[in-house]
């Protein structure tokens, strides 16, 4: 935890070309038109730390690019520790497999690279589906604890397990989904303790994120939403038997802690229905910023901060408190832009590192 990225180098990856990229250890500015690569610099970024993209529907194939001769990506980079102990790390992406080394030896368990990915807007989605809500709080959740993520996989093999007996209904399979109830009910307690503390935690850096990105004083909390709240784990097994017999007509698990939602609250009110889009895009972004604060406060260092063009998603004068905040921040941060104004105001910031993008080439060295 509490990596730096240095060097990063990547090889048949969208329309990066070969070039090594070198990143300061705090404010790292990518430039360029749109279209030209920039936001794939931050994705080979999250790629190579957490195997997946923060893109829908991505994966080898669209990460794959079109003039590459074999049907492989290599990335490759160089890490500085909490220590500043300079590590290399790369992984090799198949269409079937990938391979991992650090420091020119193959890994089967990856280095725990912390990013948070920020995008205004997400916000949109953070706010209008349960699912993108439900899927951001366990990763985030996950990164802090990584009992929670063992504990989620856990849930989800019970679930699909539970699933498929509801719907073939094998002989003897109430018994079955007996022992199921029971796994469930006491798995789902653990979670929801879980997300209860995380909830806990993070709403007291809330406020003052709101405060330190926006200069603006608002009350940010956030709500969990589920009908096993506060339940033991005799009442949430209860709760589950009482409604198998209408799942059992459906063929599936409709009740469940995968269905618990979660509200953001804006001075009291739900952010979706009481808060302008510019409000919602401000408490998304002060969350992240809180989680960032939290997540400092756990392991005494910062995760990477990945920032995708905020300039078309917030006002001139948002974006520029915004800069002020990064000024002002201890942790490293790429943040991209294709917006002249924006540009401009990324320009003033001194000892930042400036990148800038054509055509997926590097056209201008480190400084």
């Known amino acids: 935890m509490g990596n730096k990225i240095s060097k990063l180098q990547v090889s048949n990856f969208r329309n990066l070309q070969g070039d090594i990229i070198h990143f300061g250890a705090k404010i790292n500015c990518i430039f360029g038109e749109n279209g030209n690569g920039k936001t794939n610099i931050l994705e080979a ?44 790390y790369s992984a090799r992406l198949l269409q079937d497999s990938s391979e991992w080394s650090v420091n020119g030896k193959p890994v ?13 807007s997400d916000a949109y989605q953070f706010h209008n589906q349960s699912s993108f809500r439900r899927s951001w709080f366990d990763q985030h959740i996950g990164m802090l604890d990584s009992e929670y993520k063992k504990l989620l996989s856990k849930y989800t093999t019970i679930l699909r397990n539970r699933n498929t007996l509801l719907s073939k209904k094998p002989s003897h399979y109430h018994q079955q989904l007996d ?29 003052q994120a709101f405060q330190d990105v926006f200069s603006e004083n608002h009350e940010l909390k956030i709500s969990l939403e589920s009908k096993f709240l506060n339940c033991s784990v005799e009442q949430i097994q209860k709760i589950l038997q009482e409604n198998r017999p209408k799942e059992e007509l459906m063929g599936f698990t409709k009740n469940g802690i995968h269905k618990d939602d979660y509200v953001l609250l804006f001075d009291g009110y739900n952010s979706y229905e009481f808060c302008s889009l510019g409000q919602q895009k401000m408490s998304y972004l002060s969350l992240l910023f809180a989680y960032v604060e939290l997540f400092r406060y756990k392991f005494m260092s910062f995760p990477i901060v990945l920032i995708d063009d905020v300039s078309g998603e917030l006002d001139s004068e948002r974006w520029q408190r915004l800069v002020h905040f990064l000024e002002r921040s201890q942790f490293q941060v790429l943040i991209t832009t294709a917006n002249e104004k924006f540009k401009e105001e990324l320009d003033k910031i001194e000892g930042a590192q400036k990148i800038i993008v054509h055509a997926g080439t590097i056209i201008t060295p480190a400084e």
């Not at 990506?73 to 102990?85: A, C, L, M, Q, R």
């Not at 089967?108 to 995008?119: D, Q, S, Y």
């Open 45 to 88: 970024i999250y790629v190579l730390a957490l195997k997946k993209s923060f893109r829908k529907n991505s994966s080898f194939p669209q990460f794959l690019g079109i003039d590459g001769e074999k049907p492989e990506i290599i990335i490759s980079s160089v890490f500085h520790d909490k220590n500043n102990e300079a590590f290399s």
């Open 108 to 120: 089967k368990k990856r280095p725990e690279i912390a990013l948070v990915f920020v995008n205004p």
């Open 179 to 207: 022992v199921l109830d029971e796994m469930m009910a006491s798995t789902s307690f653990e979670i929801l303790e879980k997300r209860k503390h995380f909830i806990a935690e993070i709403g007291g850096f809330c406020k």
